[in-house]
């Protein structure tokens, strides 16, 4: 048997600081994203999880330091068909603007609705079985603004999975779902990276969840606190990123959930 060759980098932030103005929102932050990795960026909020994801996709420029996708620069990277991006759900973003389902999907753009853009044709082999992939075939004629947050957040996911892109990356999924709809969302991902091998990239707060459902843990408050397999986190480095002791923590994620 020959040794397999480690998988190949998909995300590289390289010594990466990015401010907005005077205020520094990433500081020196240099971690590795490999493929085949179901990945979670952890940390509380304005910890500068979602700042250093819009450094991925190349929405923002690094102030210092680097950022490749795919083993480009992501300033240069031109080929998104490769990537799925599902922005954070803020509910009532669709009240006023009559979408689709469908169209959403066929739509397929990674860098969030556009209202003026010319939609794909939304009755395409691919766009339904991205549909039927979320469970959400049903609701192809039905507005967006329609749904519920988590059927929104399903057909965003489906949009991310059109394209059949090698990485997603999904920016806090589980706001404003509830548990069942939460734990569905969680078995597609998984579902996703062990059976169609797709790189995963999760954005959370959620210590428990992300605990659970992710391979490997990056722990950010603005520079990053660890980094490593999921299971060998420790109490001491969750309360070193929260500032509060754990079985608060605890307490409050049950709390939230139930
Ligand atoms: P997180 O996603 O972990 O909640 P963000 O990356 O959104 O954190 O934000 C990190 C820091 O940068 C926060 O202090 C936030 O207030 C600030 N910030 C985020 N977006 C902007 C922006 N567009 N302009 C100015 N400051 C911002
Ligand atoms: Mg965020």
Same mark, same amino acid.
Not at 30 to 59: C, D, F, M, Q
Not at 80 to 85: I, L, T
Not at 201 to 208: A, E, K, M, Q, Y
Not at 234 to 240: C, F, G, H, L, V
């Given at each position: 048997?020959?040794?397999?060759?480690?998988?190949?980098?998909?995300?590289?932030?390289?010594?990466?600081?990015? #401010?907005?103005?005077?205020?520094?929102?990433?500081?020196?932050?240099?971690?590795?994203?490999?493929?085949?990795?179901?990945?979670?960026?952890?940390?509380?909020?304005?910890? @500068?999880?979602?700042?250093?994801?819009?450094?991925?996709?190349?929405?923002?420029?690094?102030? #210092?330091?680097?950022?490749?996708?795919?083993?480009?620069?992501?300033?240069?990277? #031109?080929?998104?068909?490769?990537?799925?991006?599902?922005?954070?759900?803020?509910? @009532?973003?669709?009240?006023?603007?009559?979408?689709?389902?469908?169209?959403?999907?066929?739509?397929?753009?990674?860098?969030?609705?556009?209202?003026?853009?010319?939609?794909?044709?939304?009755?395409?082999?691919?766009?339904?079985?991205?549909?039927?992939?979320? @469970?959400?075939?049903?609701?192809?004629?039905?507005?967006?603004?329609?749904?519920?947050?988590?059927?929104?957040?399903?057909?965003?996911?489906?949009?991310?999975?059109?394209?059949?892109?090698?990485?997603?990356?999904?920016?806090?999924?589980? #706001?404003?779902?509830?548990?069942?709809?939460?734990?569905?969302?969680?078995?597609?991902?998984?579902?996703?990276?062990?059976?169609?091998?797709?790189?995963?990239?999760?954005?959370?707060?959620?210590?428990?969840?992300?605990?659970?459902?992710?391979?490997?843990?990056?722990?950010?408050?603005?520079?990053?606190?660890?980094? @490593?397999?999921?299971?060998?986190?420790?109490?001491?480095?969750?309360?070193?990123?929260?500032?509060?002791?754990?079985?608060?923590?605890?307490?409050?994620?049950?709390?939230?959930?139930?």
């Amino acid at each position: 048997m020959t040794s397999a060759l480690p998988p190949p980098p998909v995300i590289e932030w390289d010594h990466v600081t990015f #401010a907005y103005g005077e205020a520094v929102a990433v500081e020196d932050v240099s971690l590795t994203i490999h493929a085949g990795e179901l990945a979670a960026i952890l940390g509380p909020n304005g910890s @500068g999880k979602s700042t250093l994801i819009r450094l991925a996709l190349g929405l923002l420029r690094p102030s #210092a330091g680097a950022v490749r996708l795919f083993g480009r620069d992501s300033a240069d990277f #031109a080929d998104w068909d490769r990537v799925g991006y599902m922005p954070q759900v803020v509910a @009532g973003t669709w009240r006023d603007f009559p979408i689709t389902v469908a169209e959403t999907v066929a739509h397929g753009a990674y860098r969030g609705i556009a209202p003026l853009a010319i939609f794909g044709r939304s009755d395409r082999p691919e766009v339904v079985e991205a549909l039927e992939a979320v @469970g959400m075939v049903r609701y192809m004629g039905r507005l967006l603004s329609e749904l519920s947050v988590g059927q929104q957040q399903r057909v965003l996911l489906a949009r991310a999975l059109v394209r059949q892109p090698e990485l997603i990356v999904l920016d806090e999924p589980a #706001a404003g779902i509830d548990v069942s709809g939460e734990e569905q969302l969680y078995a597609l991902l998984r579902d996703f990276n062990r059976e169609r091998n797709i790189t995963i990239v999760l954005v959370s707060h959620d210590i428990g969840a992300m605990m659970r459902e992710a391979s490997t843990l990056a722990c950010l408050n603005r520079t990053l606190v660890r980094h @490593g397999p999921s299971h060998e986190l420790t109490s001491a480095e969750i309360a070193m990123l929260y500032g509060v002791p754990v079985d608060v923590l605890i307490h409050d994620a049950l709390h939230e959930h139930r």
